[in-house]
């Protein structure tokens, strides 16, 4: 993980990150089972969110699941602006 303030609190610190990178669906559930336990699961996400990290498990969600979640909020902001014309 990179370098950021809220890492030196993440559950996953320490574990093997082949876990957060792997393709295997077991692997995935067992990284997805850490994030459940993170404090900062919240700011993991929002920090691979912002810079629309492409790979593994940041979160508790995979980059197919960031994806949708980016494609929904766009959604719901534009909704948003175009309600308010």
């Given amino acids: 993980m990179r370098s950021v303030s809220w890492s030196a609190e993440a559950a996953c610190k320490g574990s093997m990150g082949s876990l957060f990178y792997s393709d295997d669906e077991g692997a995935e559930r067992k990284a997805k ?24 498990i940041w979160g508790g969600l995979n980059p197919r699941q960031r994806r949708r979640l980016l494609r929904d909020r766009q959604s719901v902001a534009v909704s948003i602006l175009v309600g308010s014309r």
Avoid: K, Q
């Fill in 33 to 56: 089972a850490i994030c459940g336990l993170c404090a900062v699961r919240v700011e993991c996400l929002e920090f691979a969110l912002a810079s629309r990290e492409p790979d593994g």
